[in-house]
């Protein structure tokens, strides 16, 4: 039996929750930030969107199905820290391929197990997302050493740490989109790609002119980690695609960078939106679908040429928008799910649909 090793987890605010350490052991520095799934949590470690984070699981029981390296929704985890109330040494899957323990020290991840997630879920809701330090050496950082590691710490890198170094194509014999990957989950790009998209995957930080050059159908913008005014250069490339003429399409990340092109604004949500069940209203038919959802930043203010098309029915936050004139049209949930609710599939129908009419 291996020993227990202790560990606390120290927020900006001074709150600090004491547990066991697992995975891989080291200090680590992040945002951190909950997320309501009660499954899918080897689908949440993999979301390139938690690059740069603390992840709280706020369901109990974490690891009780195992690790299956099918449903990776990236080529490895990219999040700083993974913090559970209680997580299982015995998986029971037929699927089952290693355990978390064994995943997260692979990747080289800090664990945070026993400690109150409720109580630490709502000192996030209640001062919102905070950085936070997790560490073995439990009562011995000074304010000081404290306060170093908090200045220090950025996230602004987060979009080039998670893109692709070079691009690659989907195969596919029905309409042609070109992405650009800022954090792309898996999911988003399979459900595009059993609808028949060819699909040609460029970096991040691709020019205008080098996605205009393969004549795509339409630019789609998928999600990713940070804040979007961070990435100013992205920001700039999705504004000439929009002069273009295509069509654009985004989903999350996608969504801001869209908005932030077309004159609109962003600002940070006080403690962000994770998980498998917020609730969204289409503005149109007046339907509520529940949505699944990882994000920090909203768009909050909208130019006159745009107008929304969905918004968060708990808060009232824009959650979809369309450009009046212009053919673009962006989301801020995740239709593909993984992990979530599959309501709104129809979505990419929708999206292919769009891009048909404007052809």
Same mark, same amino acid.
């Given at each position: 039996?291996?020993?227990?090793?202790?560990?606390?987890?120290?927020?900006?605010n001074g709150a600090r929750f004491?547990?066991?350490?697992?995975?891989?052991?080291?200090?680590?520095?992040?945002?951190?930030?909950?997320?309501?799934?009660?499954?899918?949590?080897?689908?949440?470690?993999?979301?390139?969107?938690?690059?740069?984070?603390?992840?709280?699981?706020?369901?109990?029981?974490?690891?009780?199905?195992?690790?299956?390296?099918?449903?990776?929704?990236?080529?490895?985890?990219?999040?700083?820290?993974?913090?559970?109330?209680?997580?299982?040494?015995?998986?029971?899957?037929?699927?089952?391929?290693?355990? &978390?323990?064994?995943? $997260?020290?692979?990747?080289? +991840?800090?664990?945070?197990? %026993?400690?109150? =997630?409720?109580? !630490?879920?709502?000192?996030?809701?209640?001062?919102?997302?905070?950085?936070?330090?997790?560490?073995?050496?439990?009562?011995?950082?000074?304010?000081?050493?404290?306060?170093?590691?908090?200045?220090?710490?950025?996230?602004?890198?987060?979009?080039?740490?998670?893109?692709?170094?070079?691009?690659?194509?989907?195969?596919?014999?029905?309409?042609?989109?070109?992405v650009l990957d800022c954090g792309?989950?898996?999911?988003?790009?399979?459900?595009?790609?059993?609808?028949?998209?060819?699909?040609?995957?460029?970096?991040?930080?691709?020019?205008?002119?080098?996605?205009?050059?393969?004549?795509?159908?339409?630019?789609?913008?998928?999600?990713?980690?940070?804040?979007?005014?961070?990435?100013?250069?992205?920001?700039?490339?999705?504004?000439?695609?929009?002069?273009?003429?295509?069509?654009? &399409?985004?989903?999350? $990340?996608?969504?801001?960078? +869209?908005?932030?092109?077309? %004159?609109?604004? =962003?600002?940070? !949500?006080?403690?962000?939106?994770?998980?498998?069940?917020?609730?969204?209203?289409?503005?149109?038919?007046?339907?509520?679908?529940?949505?699944?959802?990882?994000?920090?930043?909203?768009?909050?203010?909208?130019?006159?040429?745009?107008?929304?098309?969905?918004?968060?029915?708990?808060?009232?936050?824009?959650?979809?928008?369309?450009?009046?004139?212009?053919?673009?049209?962006s989301i801020q949930f995740h239709?593909?799910?993984?992990?979530?609710?599959?309501?709104?599939?129809?979505?990419?129908?929708?999206?292919?649909?769009?891009?048909?009419?404007?052809?």
């Amino acid at each position: 039996m291996e020993k227990t090793i202790k560990a606390e987890l120290i927020l900006e605010n001074g709150a600090r929750f004491k547990g066991n350490a697992f995975g891989y052991i080291k200090e680590t520095v992040g945002e951190v930030v909950f997320t309501t799934s009660m499954t899918g949590y080897q689908e949440t470690m993999t979301d390139p969107s938690f690059a740069g984070q603390i992840v709280t699981m706020t369901y109990p029981l974490v690891g009780n199905y195992g690790i299956n390296l099918e449903d990776m929704e990236s080529d490895r985890p990219y999040l700083k820290g993974f913090v559970v109330r209680e997580k299982c040494d015995l998986p029971n899957n037929w699927r089952c391929e290693m355990e &978390l323990e064994g995943f $997260l020290r692979q990747y080289k +991840i800090m664990g945070l197990e %026993g400690i109150d =997630t409720r109580a !630490l879920t709502r000192c996030l809701r209640d001062n919102g997302t905070m950085k936070g330090i997790i560490t073995t050496r439990v009562g011995d950082l000074t304010a000081s050493q404290i306060k170093q590691k908090f200045d220090t710490y950025t996230n602004k890198d987060a979009v080039k740490e998670v893109t692709p170094k070079e691009k690659y194509v989907m195969s596919g014999s029905g309409t042609h989109l070109a992405v650009l990957d800022c954090g792309i989950k898996r999911g988003i790009l399979r459900d595009l790609n059993k609808r028949g998209c060819k699909l040609t995957v460029f970096p991040a930080f691709t020019s205008a002119e080098e996605i205009l050059d393969t004549n795509a159908d339409a630019l789609f913008l998928g999600n990713g980690p940070g804040n979007p005014k961070d990435i100013p250069e992205v920001i700039e490339t999705v504004r000439k695609l929009i002069e273009s003429g295509k069509p654009v &399409l985004g989903i999350c $990340l996608g969504h801001q960078l +869209i908005s932030l092109a077309l %004159g609109c604004n =962003t600002s940070r !949500l006080k403690f962000g939106h994770h998980g498998g069940n917020h609730p969204v209203k289409d503005l149109n038919t007046k339907r509520v679908y529940i949505t699944s959802q990882n994000h920090e930043f909203v768009v909050s203010d909208l130019s006159d040429d745009v107008e929304a098309t969905f918004i968060n029915v708990n808060d009232g936050s824009i959650e979809g928008i369309r450009h009046k004139s212009k053919p673009v049209y962006s989301i801020q949930f995740h239709p593909e799910a993984a992990p979530g609710p599959l309501d709104t599939q129809f979505l990419f129908d929708r999206f292919l649909k769009f891009i048909e009419e404007v052809k």
